[in-house]
């Protein structure tokens, strides 16, 4: 869950990311050990992580610790494309294409964006197809054939194709009108994008990849519904997503804003996991909703706008004064520019990476406690743990968790399961 306002400026750096769902939940095997009995919280917590395979642990370590190498990978690609559509004038040459199409500016941005947007697609495909499809396989995450695969990136294209010549239409004509104040009114826009997007994009845009259907079988969608009216989610229906097409990994959550409530679980999650799992995680995700942390999110989310957008406001005009004339551009206003607050951008909220997993794995954290809370299921909040821990790292150092951590460990979640449960709370078959 990398910074989301990065979507407005770095978004086209980023486009690239059939079994049908089934409504009976497929218990998982216990391991033979389970600790169920054991009361000290640490020796449990060392029991339970003692459970997972070590030929298992080592791929999981192996393919999350992959990741943080990605991180620097997507950093670095998306600095050498802003600097070569700027050093190549190739950003320059779009904009004046797209002035010799029309006389009217909005549209001349529009149209740039369109442009930009295919090259950048093109140009981060390699990494895209070997981060997603390549290295999902490798690690036996997917379930997609390349055909599939390509046809979502293509579709991904497409719905950025008619969002961000929009976007670019808007925040264009604010730089133009607003060339000493642009970074307000910046930060503006993408404070009401994001919030657009959060209302907008599990309705909308989420549909357009999967298939959301009702579940209908009783012994799973009642508890979830039971959990949900019990803690004041205002929503009359359980929907399964076809998930399973894609990925081996269980998923769940509850989003929506002002009357777009949805609770939602992927197939993998009920055909995986036991009824008591899935009311685990069903419970840490109605967390987030009742602790209001797509609000509080979208807050921290303006100040690290507000931040970007001063700081390019600080860098922009500097570099434009100095290498404006070799690279073809005049200025804010001028849509060739954009490479650079690409560039700008990336680098912040490259370096923002402990920041930004710090905060999230913070409410993450806070979902976990409410999850147990409401569900009173430590047990199977382990277990939960221990089939995320497949491609999470289980029991990284301290350091490993502060920067590439956006969700608490394996082994945090599960010696907060086991403090929970020594704490002699009722729980399991106590309702």
């Known amino acids: 869950m990398i910074l989301r306002f990065v979507v407005?400026?770095?978004?086209?750096a980023t486009f690239s990311s059939s079994l049908p769902a089934q409504e009976t939940a497929t218990p998982s095997p216990i391991p033979a050990a389970t600790p169920a009995g054991i009361t000290d919280p640490e020796t449990a917590t060392r029991a339970w992580l003692d459970t997972m395979p070590p030929n298992e642990k080592a791929r999981s370590d192996a393919y999350f610790e992959g990741t943080y190498w990605l991180i620097l990978w997507n950093f670095l690609l998306t600095v050498a494309t802003a600097l070569f559509l700027l050093t190549t004038k190739l950003s320059a040459r779009i904009r004046?294409?797209?002035?010799?199409?029309?006389?009217?500016?909005?549209v001349q941005a529009g149209i740039y964006a369109i442009g930009l947007a295919i090259i950048t697609w093109a140009l981060n495909l390699p990494l895209n197809c070997y981060e997603s499809f390549v290295r999902e396989h490798q690690y036996g995450m997917s379930n997609q054939t390349f055909s599939a695969w390509f046809g979502e990136s293509l579709k991904a294209l497409a719905i950025a194709l008619v969002i961000l010549p929009i976007v670019?239409?808007?925040?264009?004509?604010?730089?133009?009108a607003a060339e000493r104040t642009w970074w307000i009114w910046g930060t503006i826009v993408g404070i009401i994008l994001t919030t657009f997007g959060n209302m907008v994009a599990p309705v909308f845009i989420e549909p357009l990849f999967n298939k959301y259907t009702p579940l209908t079988d009783p012994k799973v969608r009642d508890p979830i519904l039971a959990l949900a009216r019990a803690n004041e989610?205002?929503?009359?229906?359980?929907f399964v997503v076809d998930q399973s097409r894609q990925t081996k990994r269980v998923s769940a959550n509850v989003s929506g804003l002002a009357g777009t409530t949805r609770i939602a679980l992927n197939d993998n999650l009920l055909n995986q996991c036991t009824l008591p799992e899935i009311r685990e995680v069903m419970a840490h995700e109605m967390g987030h909703y009742v602790l209001n942390h797509g609000a509080k999110m979208t807050m921290s989310l303006a100040i690290f706008i507000f931040v970007g957008?001063?700081?390019?406001?600080?860098?922009?005009?500097?570099?434009?004064?100095?290498?404006?004339?070799?690279?073809?551009?005049?200025?804010i206003a001028d849509p060739a520019g954009f490479p650079l607050l690409m560039l700008i951008f990336a680098t912040?909220?490259?370096?923002?990476?402990?920041?930004?997993?710090?905060?999230?794995?913070?409410?993450?954290?806070?979902?976990?406690?409410?999850?147990?809370?409401?569900?009173?299921?430590?047990?199977?909040a382990a277990m939960a743990a221990l089939k995320l821990g497949k491609y999470r790292k289980m029991e990284p150092t301290p350091l490993e968790e502060f920067v590439f951590f956006d969700h608490p460990s394996g082994r945090s979640r599960i010696r907060m399961a086991m403090d929970w449960k020594a704490a002699q709370l009722p729980c399991g078959g106590v309702r």
Not at 169 to 175: Q, T
């Open 233 to 238: 989610i205002p929503v009359q229906q359980v």
């Open 309 to 331: 957008f001063g700081l390019a406001a600080a860098i922009f005009n500097r570099v434009i004064k100095k290498r404006g004339p070799s690279w073809g551009v005049n200025g």
């Open 348 to 380: 912040y909220a490259f370096l923002l990476t402990p920041i930004a997993n710090t905060m999230i794995r913070t409410i993450e954290r806070e979902a976990d406690i409410f999850g147990l809370n409401a569900a009173r299921e430590p047990d199977a």
């Open 96 to 106: 004046d294409l797209a002035a010799a199409l029309t006389s009217f500016r909005p």
């Open 8 to 12: 407005l400026v770095v978004a086209l």
């Open 168 to 176: 670019f239409a808007i925040l264009y004509s604010i730089f133009r």
